[in-house]
């Protein structure tokens, strides 16, 4: 949920691997973090959107693992395609 201020968030964070391991973990779910208004973060949010869209990413996240789509922060399929290796 609010996929569109997290990401954003993480856009506008001074520590972005930081600020995105914390959304990826969940812990922006409960939207107690200070919304990122800035020109250049709606801008990339666009981009990154309208990209996704362009080659058939149909939401966020989404994770191509070893040429397999994985729709959302599902960490154990994650983790699973990656110790299979690739195919």
Do not use: W
């Amino acid at each position: 949920p609010r996929t569109e201020a997290k990401t954003k968030y993480v856009f506008c964070s001074e520590d972005k691997k930081k600020a995105y391991e914390e959304a990826m973990a969940g812990q922006l779910d409960d939207m107690k973090f200070k919304p990122c208004e800035a020109k250049e973060a709606a801008a990339l949010f666009d981009v990154h959107k309208q990209l996704g869209q362009k080659v058939g990413v149909p939401g966020t996240p989404c994770f191509l693992v070893n040429g397999k789509a994985v729709m959302g922060a599902n960490l154990p399929e994650i983790s699973k395609l990656l110790e299979a290796g690739p195919k």
